[in-house]
């Protein structure tokens, strides 16, 4: 059989495009060599919200987190989302502000805060007199299994076929695409490499080299101390640098907070060779160190002065498809018709999946970039 489309990885790009594409009436096949949200999609803290200065990336982010409220009733599936709000916390009032500008512009909720306001959402937070702050309401998190695994589920009922357990091997052209794999070739017309950080290894053999860097992204865990009603939302706390989450009843998640580059013109962006993906093992899991679980504990306490009893539960240290801009790249490989890539995720994709899926569908139908994905171009880098 030929396929029209087959998608390499079964994460939440690939399950959403799938979803999107079969709806379409496409016959596609998404090859998955673990099981469903196997890498990163697994891993991930979910955190849904729109808080970007990058406005094609707010835009997107916003209409997907309207799609996470309705999930059940456009595939069928629960996402399980909570929300929670979103309190930042910065002492770069500059960049704060900015954001809420982007987010005001586009039309989502976000408004900057006094103490006394943040002090009514987290009565016993500690802030100090030069921290700035913003509330984006309507933002929260998801169950990222049962939401890969719903983009899934509703694919099938489309038509779509699913595979686990099969490891692509290599990608090659003939008159329409070869994929071989462990257990078997398959062909279609169209590819769409979704693998996160093995995107780029895949793409190897074809002679291109895509600008991601593989990027270590250290999670803790802790236990909540029983009865402790602090942090109940997710926290961006930029002066100290981490991000903080409820995880259940009686666990807190945090992870570290990075810079978001600013969104530099087409061909401007010159890729550091010294990061390149090329000698790093992109199924590399690490663990964190003893120093930089007491430094998340010690942020949080002196944040949180009710959780200074908080002891670390489990740590992991996945690695993250990174571009030089930290913006995704979508795109048709650029000498290669029909061969497309979804990656580059940077630490922020799950929250953007509903909507990479719809743009995705758009793109390989119609075979030109919808206006939203152009910001996520190839070009936009100098190779
Ligand atoms: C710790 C952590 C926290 C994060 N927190 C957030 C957050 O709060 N909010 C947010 O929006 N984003 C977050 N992210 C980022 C987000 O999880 C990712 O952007 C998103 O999950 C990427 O999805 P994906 O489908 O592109 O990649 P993946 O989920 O990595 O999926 C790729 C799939 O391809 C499969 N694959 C690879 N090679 C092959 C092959 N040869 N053959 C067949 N299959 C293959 C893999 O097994 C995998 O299932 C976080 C990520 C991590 C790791």
Redesign the pocket.
Same mark, same amino acid.
């Given at each position: 059989m030929i396929y029209d489309v087959i998608i !390499? /990885?079964?994460? #939440?790009?690939?399950?959403?495009t799938a979803m999107n594409l079969s709806k379409r009436g496409k016959k596609v096949l998404v090859?998955?060599? /673990?099981?469903?949200?196997? #890498?990163?999609? /697994?891993?991930?803290? #979910? !955190? !849904? $919200?729109q808080f970007y200065s990058h406005e094609e990336t707010a835009k997107i #982010?916003m209409l997907s987190l309207r799609y996470f409220r309705d999930f059940k009733q456009k595939t069928g599936f629960d996402a399980h989302f909570r929300q929670t709000g979103l309190l930042v916390i910065s002492d770069d009032s500059e960049s704060i502000k900015r954001t809420v500008e982007v987010l005001k512009k586009i039309g989502a909720k976000c408004e900057l805060l006094d103490k006394d306001r943040v002090k009514e959402i987290e009565p016993s937070i500690s802030l100090s007199n030069d921290e700035v702050f913003a509330f984006e309401p309507d933002a929260g998190?998801v169950d990222?299994i049962a939401t890969?695994w719903g983009f899934a589920q509703c694919a099938k009922g489309f038509g779509a076929q699913i595979l686990e357990g099969?490891?692509?091997?290599k990608i090659s052209r003939q008159k329409d695409w070869i994929i071989e794999?462990d257990k078997g070739t398959f062909e279609s017309e169209k590819v769409i490499v979704?693998? /996160?950080?093995?995107?780029p290894?895949?793409i190897r053999d074809l002679g291109f080299n895509l600008p991601i860097y593989l990027f270590p992204?250290p999670?803790c865990y802790y236990r909540r101390p029983y009865g402790a009603k602090s942090l109940m939302r997710?926290i961006f706390d930029s002066t100290n640098n981490y991000?903080a $989450?409820p995880e259940g009843e009686s666990e807190i998640l945090v992870?570290p907070m990075h810079d978001e580059m600013t969104y530099a013109e087409s061909s401007a962006i010159a890729v550091d060779k010294n990061l390149y993906w090329a000698d790093k093992n992109? @199924?590399w899991i690490g663990r964190i160190d003893f120093d930089l679980s007491s430094a998340y504990s010690r942020a949080l306490s002196i944040r949180f002065p009710e959780l200074s009893e908080i002891h670390p539960s489990r740590d992991?240290?996945?690695?993250? @498809?990174v571009t030089p801009d930290w913006q995704?790249i979508i795109d048709e490989l650029p000498g290669f018709d029909g061969l497309f890539v979804?990656?580059g995720?940077?630490?922020?994709?799950?929250?953007?999946?509903p909507l !990479?899926g719809e743009i995705f569908a758009d793109f390989v139908i119609s075979g030109k970039p919808p206006s939203f994905a152009r910001a996520y171009s190839l070009s936009r880098f100098r190779m």
């Amino acid at each position: 059989m030929i396929y029209d489309v087959i998608i !390499i /990885g079964g994460g #939440a790009w690939g399950c959403s495009t799938a979803m999107n594409l079969s709806k379409r009436g496409k016959k596609v096949l998404v090859l998955e060599r /673990g099981y469903l949200a196997y #890498a990163q999609s /697994g891993h991930t803290s #979910a !955190i !849904i $919200r729109q808080f970007y200065s990058h406005e094609e990336t707010a835009k997107i #982010a916003m209409l997907s987190l309207r799609y996470f409220r309705d999930f059940k009733q456009k595939t069928g599936f629960d996402a399980h989302f909570r929300q929670t709000g979103l309190l930042v916390i910065s002492d770069d009032s500059e960049s704060i502000k900015r954001t809420v500008e982007v987010l005001k512009k586009i039309g989502a909720k976000c408004e900057l805060l006094d103490k006394d306001r943040v002090k009514e959402i987290e009565p016993s937070i500690s802030l100090s007199n030069d921290e700035v702050f913003a509330f984006e309401p309507d933002a929260g998190y998801v169950d990222p299994i049962a939401t890969v695994w719903g983009f899934a589920q509703c694919a099938k009922g489309f038509g779509a076929q699913i595979l686990e357990g099969v490891k692509v091997k290599k990608i090659s052209r003939q008159k329409d695409w070869i994929i071989e794999s462990d257990k078997g070739t398959f062909e279609s017309e169209k590819v769409i490499v979704a693998a /996160g950080t093995n995107t780029p290894f895949l793409i190897r053999d074809l002679g291109f080299n895509l600008p991601i860097y593989l990027f270590p992204f250290p999670m803790c865990y802790y236990r909540r101390p029983y009865g402790a009603k602090s942090l109940m939302r997710v926290i961006f706390d930029s002066t100290n640098n981490y991000y903080a $989450r409820p995880e259940g009843e009686s666990e807190i998640l945090v992870g570290p907070m990075h810079d978001e580059m600013t969104y530099a013109e087409s061909s401007a962006i010159a890729v550091d060779k010294n990061l390149y993906w090329a000698d790093k093992n992109p @199924d590399w899991i690490g663990r964190i160190d003893f120093d930089l679980s007491s430094a998340y504990s010690r942020a949080l306490s002196i944040r949180f002065p009710e959780l200074s009893e908080i002891h670390p539960s489990r740590d992991f240290v996945p690695l993250l @498809d990174v571009t030089p801009d930290w913006q995704p790249i979508i795109d048709e490989l650029p000498g290669f018709d029909g061969l497309f890539v979804a990656c580059g995720s940077s630490g922020h994709g799950f929250k953007l999946s509903p909507l !990479i899926g719809e743009i995705f569908a758009d793109f390989v139908i119609s075979g030109k970039p919808p206006s939203f994905a152009r910001a996520y171009s190839l070009s936009r880098f100098r190779m």
